[in-house]
């Protein structure tokens, strides 16, 4: 019962690198989310993806980029790191109007 | 003014009090209200959903709300130490995306 699953777990990029998150989730779940938790932040939404072949910007989605892969993967690009998104990431997903499932994060450093 | 606003804490209890957390918001729209537990180095995880006015409750959780004063509350009875985490609230309205709360830390002490 895996739910929602993302790889890696940690990673240390250096300024300029370039990375790819990626998520899959099994529940069968049409929305999926990318957010961002930094402290005093709370978590904040990249981007989303309400169904399969759609995705739309949240509230900071500069410098990232996403691809719904098919209904079980949405992937989060950096094409240039930069400090500022040294953050965990969590992806989310969800039924229509329905609470979020959560992964256990991705750990960014970027140096 | 933050739309979700949540006291960071921590919040320090001793083993069988009862924790009391609480959110306020600003829009009216809001509708459905949760709240997630997260442990350290985890995800969040959903511990209560409701969208009316009123008490829910499930175990030892309370869920509060009162869309009047456009205030939740979440109360934990017997409060144990593997309670210490930190709880979000989180709030939406109808179609839209949920916004989080900044999170209170919570600690119980045996």
């Known amino acids: 019962n895996a739910g929602v699953t993302q790889t890696p777990k940690f990673q240390v990029l250096k300024t300029g690198q370039s990375m790819t998150l990626q998520c899959a989730q099994d529940?069968?779940?049409?929305?999926m989310y990318w957010y961002r938790q930094d402290p005093g932040m709370g978590l904040r939404l990249i981007y989303y993806?309400?169904?399969?072949?759609?995705?739309d910007k949240g509230e900071v989605p500069n410098g990232y980029n996403v691809s719904r892969l098919n209904k079980r993967e949405f992937s989060l690009r950096l094409e240039s790191a930069a400090p500022s998104q040294t953050s965990v990431y969590f992806c989310?997903?969800?039924?229509?109007?329905?609470?979020?499932?959560f992964g256990n994060g991705t750990r960014l450093t970027v140096t | 003014q933050k739309e979700v606003e949540q006291d960071p804490g921590p919040l320090s209890v001793p083993e069988g009090a009862i924790v009391s957390l609480n959110c306020t918001y600003s829009?009216?729209?809001?509708?459905?209200f949760m709240w997630y537990r997260q442990y350290s180095r985890k995800g969040p995880e959903l511990l209560m959903y409701?969208?009316?006015?009123g008490n829910k409750e499930d175990g030892r959780f309370t869920a509060q709300v009162d869309k009047s004063s456009k205030y939740i509350s979440l109360f934990i009875r017997d409060s144990q130490p593997s309670d210490s985490a930190t709880y979000l609230c989180?709030?939406?309205?109808?179609?839209?995306?949920?916004?989080f709360g900044g999170g209170t830390r919570v600690l119980v002490k045996p």
């Open positions: 989310a997903s969800s039924p229509p109007n329905s609470p979020l499932h």
């Open positions: 409701t969208y009316s006015s």
């Open positions: 989180a709030i939406k309205a109808a179609g839209n995306k949920l916004t």
């Open positions: 829009n009216s729209a809001f509708q459905y």
């Open positions: 529940m069968n779940h049409n929305s």
């Open positions: 993806s309400a169904s399969e072949g759609t995705t």
